[in-house]
DNA sequence: CATTTGACTTTGA
DNA sequence: TTCAAAGCCAAAT
């Protein structure tokens, strides 16, 4: 819990299904706003076993995270399983999608 | 052990 | 409006 990554993966785990957030936005909730790097750096070291949820962080823009992190498309796919829609650019619609309820965080 | 880099975002010019 | 720079913490070199 002391550390940021600690944080980072508590916060990814809790992202619903269908729903997706930024890496800017989850080092927000943890009080570093510029820290969207760190959250980045987080899931490349994310044990699996924390089962996270890493497709569903995108960047800012609503783009997917730079093809090498996943197979190609894999990401867009398993977004699409859960209900994500996609825009003409290939990008997520964030006003659709972007998590919004925060369990515990305000 | 010190320096660099990296799944990003926000500001300032 | 577009371009450049700072900031963030940990792991890799």
């Keep these: 819990m002391t550390g940021f990554f600690e944080q980072v993966y508590q916060l990814v785990a809790l992202i619903p299904p269908g729903r997706v957030a930024t890496y800017g936005q989850i080092a927000a909730l943890l009080g570093k706003p510029k820290a969207g790097r760190l959250v980045g750096w987080a899931m490349h070291t994310a044990p699996s076993h924390r089962n996270l949820p890493c ?52």
């Design 55 to 106: 497709h569903r962080v995108v960047k800012r823009t609503g783009a997917l995270a730079p093809e090498g992190v996943f197979a190609p498309e894999l990401q867009r796919a398993m977004l699409e399983a859960e209900g994500v829609c996609f825009t003409f650019d290939g990008r997520i619609d964030l006003d659709q999608h972007l998590w919004r309820d925060i369990p515990f965080i305000q």
